[in-house]
């Protein structure tokens, strides 16, 4: 039983998956909480839910990034990586800033600095990301808070989504 923003208590189940490294060492997990499941259903259902909603995050056709308070990266989807054509071991615990160009550093900090400080619910900006060998990506950030069982923001959530063709044609 969990409780919402209102106060309000609803029945939810949580699904959460650990992941780890080849050798089998714990690198992070990652949680679902679904709304109006019974705990019946829940108790028989929640691996293979798991494995089907997997694609909530995983498999998302746009870059998922999971920002901690201080701009760290404390995970990304692989259609993220995908984007930016980088390994996770080289965005994982680093600054966000690390992955936009300079040019656009400053508003994004100052958009998302707006949205953890609760002077704007969610941000959306287009952002300028160094790509391989040089070339400039574009893509449409939108930005909106996480928040912990208490209200309190614990973090930022960033969906990305590659505008570079359509920048081009502009």
Do not use: M
């Not at 490294?21 to 679902?32: C, E, N, T």
């Not at 998922?64 to 054509?85: E, P, S, T, W, Y």
Request: charge should be negative; include cysteine.
């Amino acid at each position: 039983v969990l409780r919402g923003r209102g106060g309000q208590t609803f029945r939810a189940f949580l699904v959460q998956s650990d992941v780890a490294d080849a050798k089998g060492q714990f690198l992070r997990s990652r949680s679902v909480v679904l709304r109006n499941v019974s705990s019946r259903e829940g108790a028989e259902s929640g691996h293979g839910l798991a494995r089907r909603l997997h694609w909530l995050y995983d498999e998302a056709p746009v870059g998922i990034v999971l920002l901690d308070l201080d701009g760290a990266v404390n995970d990304c989807n692989r259609a993220f990586l995908k984007l930016i054509g980088l390994h996770g071991d080289t965005v994982i615990g680093l600054p966000l800033t690390d992955r936009i160009s300079l040019e656009d550093r400053a508003d994004a900090a100052a958009q998302l600095s707006k949205v953890v400080l609760g002077a704007s619910r969610a941000a959306h900006l287009d952002v300028r990301l160094p790509g391989i060998g040089g070339r400039e990506l574009a893509a449409s950030l939108y930005a909106s808070r996480v928040e912990d069982d208490n209200g309190d923001v614990s973090g930022l959530i960033l969906h990305f989504i590659d505008s570079t063709e359509q920048k081009h044609l502009e």
